[in-house]
């Protein structure tokens, strides 16, 4: 990458995994001013992508519960 160049922001990825957690980065970045001082990391942000998720699929799923799963799985 050359000098002065805008660096990628990963939303382009070929890898569909980076390509999502660098859409939820930018979303967040985009929804909150502060997102400097209280930024996350995209696996956090994409850890609860997948909980909201599956709560929609899954309406008697617990937060709780999904996240102890992911953790068991070593996500």
């Not at 660098?22 to 696996?43: D, M, T």
């Amino acid at each position: 990458m050359t000098k002065g160049s805008p660096q990628s922001t990963g939303v382009d990825s070929k890898n569909p995994l980076l390509r999502k957690m660098a859409q939820l980065e930018l979303a967040e970045r985009q929804q909150n001013a502060n997102y400097i001082e209280n930024s996350s990391l995209g696996v956090d942000l994409l850890r609860e992508h997948i909980v909201k998720e599956t709560i929609k699929s899954h309406p008697l799923a617990t937060r709780e519960r999904i996240l102890r799963d992911m953790d068991f799985m070593g996500f």
